[in-house]
């Protein structure tokens, strides 16, 4: 009898540690799938973002090369030209190379993403160059011209060179324009946590740098962020603002103060009226120039 008991003791204390350690393994299975369904989620997320990134690389890269062909244009100094349409092959090249590689591969992504701001940097140097040729040009043509004293054919000369100057002028202003880049758009709860329902949605946050241009004035500057609906509505009644001759509203606007270095700019826009699914589109503008723009698609 007494062997019995012992033996109904023995197996109770084996079965209890047994239980607890069943109850430990299926506790931490549940943690782990848990944990692997919320990385998974974030994994997703964070490809949607690089692949957004990467599209706006390929838009700045092909805006580039396309102005180093309008350059080419107007000028006729052989040696400038040849330097322009090499670099315009160069950026031609790094853009085939961007839309080959996939936005997963990290370490391609920023290499192409340093070669493109020593691309844009380049581009400026050209565009000063060319303005400081011209301004040469037309100092020299107009002292050619009073030696000669041919007074029609200095009005006609001017007058070419004043429409080169316009030209060049306007490339100086593009060179000086502000950038908006890593634009997001993030849906925000009423905890002030992102959320990809739309339903849910109490804010919009948006995010973007104003990349670093040594071209541009300083000093303080007025960011206008237009956020337009699915059914192509301005949402909110932010301030307004000049843009091509017209007045635009935004949705809401902040004055940073800029010193050519990069900038980085986030602004919060509460919900104050029914959102729709589809796709919002988020504009910026500063200094009556749209710098930036991106579309995002809730659900």
Known sequence: MQYIENSSVMKKKILIPVILAAVLLLGGIAYLALTLHKSKQENKEMQELAELDKKEM???YQQFANQYSEMRTQINNDSIVAQLTAEQQKTERLLK???NVKSTDAREIARLKRELATVRAVLRSYVL???????????????????????????????GLNTEKA???????IAAQLDAVGISMTAMDKRGHSTS???KCRAFQVN????KNVTAPNGMKTIYIRITSPTGSVLGSGASFSYEN???????SKSIEYGGRETPVTAYWNVSEALTEGTYNVSIFADGNMIGSRSFSFK
């Open 197 to 199: 329902k739309l339903k």
């Open 97 to 99: 190379e961007l839309k």
């Open 208 to 211: 973007f740098s104003i990349a």
């Open 246 to 252: 017209r007045t635009l509203q935004s949705t809401m």
């Open 167 to 173: 030209s060049l002028s306007q490339k100086v202003a």
């Open 129 to 159: 160059e060319i303005d400081s040729l011209n301004r040469l040009n037309q100092n020299l043509t107009a002292e050619n011209t009073r030696v000669r004293g041919q007074y029609e054919e200095a009005t006609r000369t001017i007058e």
């Open 58 to 60: 390929e838009n700045e």
